[in-house]
């Protein structure tokens, strides 16, 4: 199991052809309480870079990217009852959805979690 990130503070953690993905706990504090978050439906494609979810905070509302390309086949349909967990276990039970991969190539691009620190650190 590997995770991978992106510049837009998304993770997501590959276990053979599927990925779980999620906002890091840098974003999730960066947009301070979490009142909502809007998934899609299982079966959607997305595709890399599109905005696949919503997530609104006390401060602001955001789009989650898709780090890279799949179909849906299960979201975390529990956020819609508690967003807040959003804020507590951002890169855990705070998942969003899990994803077949379509090109894992696609995850060439990505960081690994040492690159990742480091960039939020230069932020």
Aim: charged letters at 25%.
């Amino acid at each position: 199991m590997t995770t991978y990130y992106t510049k837009d503070h998304e993770w997501i953690r590959v276990e053979g052809d599927t990925g779980t993905v999620g906002i890091t706990a840098y974003a999730a504090g960066q947009l301070g309480d979490v009142v909502y978050v809007e998934l899609p439906e299982s079966g959607a494609k997305i595709a890399k870079g599109d905005g696949f979810a919503v997530v609104e905070s006390v401060k602001a509302a955001s789009d989650v990217y898709a780090p890279i390309s799949g179909s849906v086949v299960e979201a975390n349909t529990g956020l819609a009852d508690a967003p807040e967990k959003v804020n507590e276990a951002a890169e855990g039970d705070a998942w969003f959805v899990r994803i077949k991969i379509a090109d894992a190539g696609e995850l060439d691009g990505l960081m690994d979690e040492a690159a990742y620190t480091a960039y939020c650190e230069g932020l």
